[in-house]
């Protein structure tokens, strides 16, 4: 299979041809907003966790800024901050891309950085719009896999058809990627007997364990599975993920990707399946696999889900039959066909990676047409992870 | 016929395919799709909801797909309805905050 990218001068393949501003810290933002406002192909995105954020934080900017998908940074700071925006424009300019920034305070204030933010945006623009499409082969693609709203269809239907997908890139030549460890508590044995080699399974078994143990602090009331998960059908967490897991296909699990203040490892060249440590909450993981190289992201839900991301497209699958009935505008794909019997997994499988090609290639999917840009990160308690003795 | 299904050949519970009345008789299908046996309902169970296609005492293991996913807190019967109220996690409790509501 062949999709048509832009080819990017650290040999990566975007899918899409963003021009990103990113605000530092989030007392940037508006500025950024207005800076993007009006300029196609360009978003704004910030962080929530303040101006001195962590590594964890910094490694999850600077690999967006370096995901393929994206064409050019503008970094916009106020001036003031621990992690200021030249820090972080210079380790995104190692890839190769055109990266800006500029500082509010340094201009002197609101206007002079918005005139100054879009007369830079502009100039990159131009060098972006002249990019055309090339023909790559499928083993350039990148995909994560991520589900959320489940009910007992995304067990039957909805991951197995990814997993299936999955399997199909991974024998393409392709990468594919899954994180939500907290959704891995009670699969891992299944996950272990995948492990590439006895390394491997011990760092599946780790990640998974440090996720229990952050979810389970006497005491604290966590929400790791949400109402409409048990109204779905679904009753324990051991449930829930031994139909997660499903959506990760059955090829070896070619290593578990560090994601911690010391490293946010990326999927390396050569295809296969890996598994990322991170979080399980949708736009933050799709950050961390955005940050990790990933192009585009294949979601699936059986209770519905209308979001999307400003880096990766979303490929919206659902099992559940009656809600792609009541969810059309927002599902891109009907797995529930499966659950009807008129369609077999594989099947759902093939269709979805055609839909991978399309979109790949340039296809809107519905939550892009619908203007979906949601950005968010995460980052791991530093004193919980000391308290529980997880710091790496 | 109502049906329900089996995801491994080792699981003790198979899932509705359809919302199914109390009391309904139900074709439960293995994996590979054939009639393992009919079941009669207990209790109304909601489509992807699980029922019961054998007895399971009160501390035994809950399976599907093969693995693990709790033990049945009280004993459940055949055609039971199988979900929070008589199944407990091995490993992480849900919230008691929305938790009761269900039960």
Request: net charge negative; hydrophobic share 40%; aromatic share 6%.
């Amino acid at each position: 299979m062949k999709f048509h990218g832009y080819e990017r001068s650290d040999g990566s393949v975007g899918v899409r041809n963003i021009l990103l501003v990113m605000a530092v810290a989030d007392c940037s933002e508006p500025v950024a907003r207005m800076i993007a406002e009006g300029i196609d192909g360009a978003f704004a995105i910030t962080q929530h966790y303040g101006c001195i954020p962590g590594q964890m934080v910094a490694n999850t900017l600077i690999g967006v800024g370096e995901n393929p998908n994206v064409a050019a940074v503008l970094l916009v700071g106020m001036g003031c901050e621990g992690m200021p925006a030249p820090a972080l424009g210079k380790m995104i300019k190692r890839s190769g891309k055109p990266v800006g920034w500029i500082s509010i305070q340094e201009l002197g204030g609101t206007h002079n950085a918005v005139s100054k933010g879009k007369q830079i945006l502009k100039e990159m623009s131009e060098k972006v719009v002249r990019s055309k499409r090339k023909e790559f082969d499928a083993s350039k693609l990148i995909v994560g896999v991520k589900c959320g709203g489940s009910d007992t269809t995304s067990g039957l239907a909805g991951n197995p058809a990814v997993g299936a997908f999955v399997d199909m890139l991974v024998d393409a030549g392709g990468s594919a990627i899954m994180s939500e460890p907290v959704e891995a508590i009670g699969a891992e044995g299944p996950l272990a007997n995948r492990a590439r080699n006895e390394d491997v399974r011990k760092k599946i078994y780790t990640m998974i364990g440090n996720e229990e143990k952050r979810w389970s602090v006497p005491g604290a009331q966590m929400e790791f599975m949400c109402k409409g998960n048990v109204e779905g059908g679904l009753t324990t967490i051991e449930e829930k993920s031994l139909g997660a897991i499903h959506k990760s296909g059955s090829r070896t699990i070619v290593d578990v990707l560090e994601n911690s203040d010391r490293l946010l490892e990326k999927v390396p060249e050569g295809g296969g399946f890996y598994l990322q440590d991170g979080t399980h909450m949708e736009p933050m993981t799709m950050s961390f696999m955005a940050a990790a190289g990933a192009q585009m992201v294949i979601f699936v839900t059986g209770c519905g889900g209308t979001f999307g991301h400003a880096i990766v497209p979303f490929i919206k699958v659902t099992g559940n039959p009656e809600t792609y009935r009541r969810m059309p505008q927002d599902m891109d794909i009907n797995a529930g066909t499966i659950i009807t019997g008129e369609e077999s997994v594989d099947s759902v499988g093939h269709r979805i990676f055609e839909e991978v090609i399309k979109v790949a290639s340039g296809k809107a999917t519905l939550g892009e047409t619908l203007g979906y840009d949601n950005f968010s990160v995460f980052r791991t308690d530093p004193r919980l992870e000391a308290l529980l003795n997880l710091s790496k | 016929m109502k049906k329900a299904l089996m995801m491994n050949e080792k699981d003790n519970v198979a899932t509705a395919l359809e919302d199914l009345d109390k009391r309904t008789i139900t074709s439960v299908l293995l994996p590979s799709q054939d009639l393992l046996k009919e079941v009669t309902t207990m209790q109304a169970i909601p489509f992807g909801h699980k029922l019961a296609i054998i007895g399971i005492k009160k501390g035994d293991k809950v399976i599907k797909y093969g693995e693990v996913i709790g033990n049945a807190s009280q004993d459940i019967e055949l055609g039971d309805y199988v979900h929070v109220h008589n199944v407990k996690s091995n490993r992480m409790q849900m919230p008691e905050i929305w938790y009761r509501e269900e039960a």
